[in-house]
């Protein structure tokens, strides 16, 4: 009888880079805005921008940002903790297993 009761635990863990190239979507999309922003959201503890650049990453800082318009409140509600790439100046949500930096939206 094969045990398969163990499939449920960490599934989307730790997944090895290897089929890069059959993957069109950033990792951890969320969302594409109408203006081709794309919207990802933040690995743990992640300070630095991970959109690759040629065979380098951009890693740009991760900076708050409130300089969003109707389109991201639509998508994340008022007020959302959004972070954007001060180099590629793509957009992070949050991860959800971190705490959110104002303390008002811990959900
Ligand atoms: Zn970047």
């Not at 989307?12 to 081709?36: H, M, Y």
């Not at 300070?47 to 990453?57: L, V």
């Not at 509600?77 to 297993?97: A, H, K, V, W």
């Amino acid at each position: 009888m094969p045990d398969t009761t163990s499939a449920t635990t960490e599934a989307t863990a730790a997944k090895p880079e290897a089929d890069e190239a059959a993957v069109p979507e950033p990792k951890n999309l969320v969302a594409r805005l109408a203006d081709g922003t794309v919207v990802k959201r933040r690995i743990k503890r992640q300070r630095a921008c991970d959109e690759p650049m040629g065979k380098k990453i951009c890693a740009g800082h991760l900076k708050r940002w409130y300089g969003y318009g109707d389109e991201i409140v639509v998508m994340f509600g008022r007020n959302p903790e959004i972070y954007r790439c001060e180099r590629c100046q793509i957009l992070f949500r949050p991860n959800e297993s971190e705490t959110a930096r104002t303390g008002t939206l811990a959900f």
